[in-house]
Antibody
């Protein structure tokens, strides 16, 4: 059974950092495209980053230079390192598998506030 | 970036009636190697992650009821629910996965009239 479980969300001050994790079971992340998607409270979905099976990464302009996507194949875990956090980064963060995203985690809430 | 624009923003349809949601991409999302469109549709209910309904513009995901269908070509795409059921109340999103930067539409809220 495919499962994705995010963790690491927290309340953080503006300018702070946070690392999110997405532990995967039922498939191997090193052979998949893995994305992070976020949803601000009461708002729509925003794709923010992807890591390809070959390790290539891409970012939305809104997070480029501040966020870093990575993975640990030995732990079958996806990460999102978030630096220089802003109030507008407050959202539920989801990890999802493949380009058309048939599998999603339940999300983890990041709140950026003083 | 490819901009995805959905219409309408909200929609109220009677039970058993047809619901139609439109999505327009700012440029083509046609994947030449398989001649299919990199376009997916998701359903999201409150407090839940999105659920994939349709991919490649018209391929229904396994387990999705056949009242859901996707169509379209060029830059215009449609999600149709043929006979609205109470459990279809949700927000629906289109998403393009062409190229290196993916984008979602702004969402369409579907309610019962």
């Amino acid at each position: 059974e495919v499962q994705l479980v995010e963790s690491g969300g927290d309340l953080v001050q503006p300018g702070g950092s946070l690392r999110l994790s997405c532990v995967v079971s039922g498939f191997t992340i090193s052979s998949s495209y893995m994305s992070w998607v976020r949803q601000a409270p009461g708002k729509g979905l925003e794709w923010i980053s992807i890591i390809y099976n070959d390790g290539t990464t891409y970012y939305a302009e809104s997070v480029k230079g501040r966020f870093t996507i990575s993975r640990d194949n030995s732990k079958n875990t996806l990460y999102l390192q978030m630096n220089s956090l802003r109030a507008e980064d407050t959202a539920v963060y989801y990890c999802a598998r493949d380009s058309h995203m048939p599998y999603w985690g339940q999300g983890t809430l990041v709140t950026v506030s003083s | 970036d490819i901009v995805m624009t959905q219409s309408p923003d909200s929609l109220a349809v009677s039970l058993g009636e047809r619901a139609t949601i439109n999505c327009k991409s700012s440029q083509s999302v046609l994947y030449s190697p398989n001649n299919k469109y990199c376009l997916a549709w998701f359903q999201q209910k409150p407090g839940q992650p999105p659920k994939l309904l349709i991919y490649w513009a018209s391929t229904r995901e396994s387990g999705v009821p056949d009242r859901f269908s996707g169509s379209g070509s060029g830059t215009d795409f449609t999600l149709t629910i043929s006979s609205l059921q109470p459990e279809d109340v949700a927000v629906y999103y289109c998403q393009q996965y062409y190229g290196t930067l993916y984008t979602f539409g702004q969402g369409t809220r579907l309610e019962i009239k």
